[in-house]
DNA sequence: AGCTCATGGCGAG
DNA sequence: TCGCCCTGAGCTG
C-alpha cells in the first residue's frame, strides 16, 4: 500500500535483490507480455523512484514504469517461486528471489525521453537528495487552494499520500482548511523537513509512524494502539476517536474523493 | 456470494 | 465532480 516511501523501499529492494544480472521476466496475467518477452533475460541495470513512481531499467534505453495506485502491490520471495496465479501482471525471477506485481495502475515499457517528461510533471519529492521544497513553496504560496489538497497533488509535492497529509498537518498544528497562501515560510520550511525526516523513517521501516516519543501510549501511560493499517499515527483513520493530545473527537471530511482526518482543536488557522 | 472500503490517478463533461 | 481502472481484506448474509 503505496505512499512514496514505499515506492522508494521497493527501488532499494528490487536494485539489492535483481541488480546486476540477467532476469526472467514474465507476465502471467498476459497483460504485459510483449514486453515482457522483450525483457526477458535482460540484465537490470538501475531502479529509480520519483513520489509514487517506480522505474525498472534494463539493459539497453528501456525503463519498466510501475505506478501501484490504490491497490497495487509488490511481493518477493525466494525461489523457487509458486506458480503464478492469474493477478500476476509481472514477474522477476533471478537464481535466488522473485518479485511479483499485482493490481497496478500502470505497468509499462517506456523510453528515456517518456521517463524525463515523468519527472519534469512531477513536483519535488521529499525523498530525493537533489531536490529541496522551493518548487513547491512557488505554488503553495499562491494558491488559494487548501493546504490539504495541495499536499496531496503531485505536481506540486510528489510522494505524499493521504497518510502523511493527514498526520504532518496535524504534527504542525495546521488546519487542513487553511489557503496555501495563508502558509508561512517557515511553517511550509518545517512542513518540508518534516516530510523528509518521517518519510526516510518510513523507507527505512516499511511502515508509517508519526507519533512523537513522547507521545506514545506507554509515555502518555495508556495502553499500547493497534492500528490497522500498521503504524502509529494521530489522526489517520482515527474518525471519531479521541485526539491524543487533547481527547477533542477527531473529524473527518471528503476532500476531492479522499477522506480527511484532523483534530479540530491541536490544528486552527 | 456479495457488498464496502482502501496509503491513487486519469479523463470526460 | 463523477465514473472508471486495478486487487484483496473484512465484513455481512
Known sequence: MPEGHTIHRLAADHRARFAGSPVRV????????????????RVLTDTDAHGKHLFLGFDGPEWVHIHLGLFGKLGFGTTPAPPPTD?????????SDYADLRGPTTCALITEDEKRAIHARLGPDPLREDEDGERAWLRISRSRVTVAALLMDQKVVAGVGNVYRAEVLFRHGIDPYRPGKDLTRSEWDAIWADLGALMREGVRNNRIDTVRPEHLPEAMGRPARVDDHGGEVYVYRRARQACHICATEIRTADLAARNLFWCPACQRR
Open 26 to 41: 514474465s507476465s502471467p496475467q498476459r497483460k504485459f507480455a510483449e514486453s515482457a518477452a522483450r525483457l526477458d533475460g
Open 87 to 95: 493477478t500476476v501482471r509481472l514477474r522477476l525471477v533471478n537464481a
